[in-house]
Nanobody
C-alpha cells in the first residue's frame, strides 16, 4: 500500500518561507495526482494545492494563490510545496495525499478524491 511521508514543516515568522516535501515509501509518485491539504485547530480540512500526475496542471486555493507553488521532481519521486510570504493564518497540520484515479492532466482540491494520505507535518507561523 502506498505510504506517503511529509517533511519540511516547522516554526517560521510571518513573511518567512518553508518548503514541504511529500515522498512515497518504496514507490514513485508518477502515476498519482498529489494534493496538499491543511487543517488548523478547530477548522475543517482545506485543500490548498494540487498537481496532476503529468505535472502539467496545478491548482491553488484562493487563500494561497500567488504565495505557494507546487511542483514535482523530474524523477517523480517527490512533490514539493514551496510556501512563501507565510501568514499566521497559514498555521496548521499539512498533509499530502495521492489520487490514483485522476487522468494525467487533472487534479482536484476535493479531499474525497484522495485515497492515500500521509501523517502530516506541522507548520506554525508566529512572531
Amino acid at each position: 500500500q502506498l505510504q506517503l511521508v511529509e517533511s519540511g514543516g516547522g516554526f517560521v515568522q510571518p513573511g518567512g518561507s518553508l518548503r514541504l516535501s511529500c515522498a512515497a515509501s518504496g514507490f514513485g509518485l508518477g502515476y498519482y495526482a498529489i494534493g496538499w491539504f491543511r487543517q488548523a485547530p478547530g477548522k475543517e480540512r482545506e485543500g490548498i494545492s494540487c498537481i496532476s500526475s503529468s505535472g502539467d496542471t496545478t491548482n491553488y486555493a484562493d487563500s494561497v494563490k500567488g504565495r505557494f507553488t507546487v511542483s514535482r521532481d523530474t524523477a517523480k519521486t517527490t512533490v514539493y510545496l514551496q510556501m512563501n510570504s507565510l501568514k499566521p493564518e497559514d498555521t496548521g497540520l499539512y498533509y499530502c495525499a495521492a489520487d490514483a484515479l485522476a487522468v494525467q492532466a487533472v487534479c482536484t482540491l476535493d479531499d474525497l478524491a484522495y485515497a492515500h494520505w500521509g501523517q502530516g507535518t506541522q507548520v506554525t507561523v508566529s512572531s
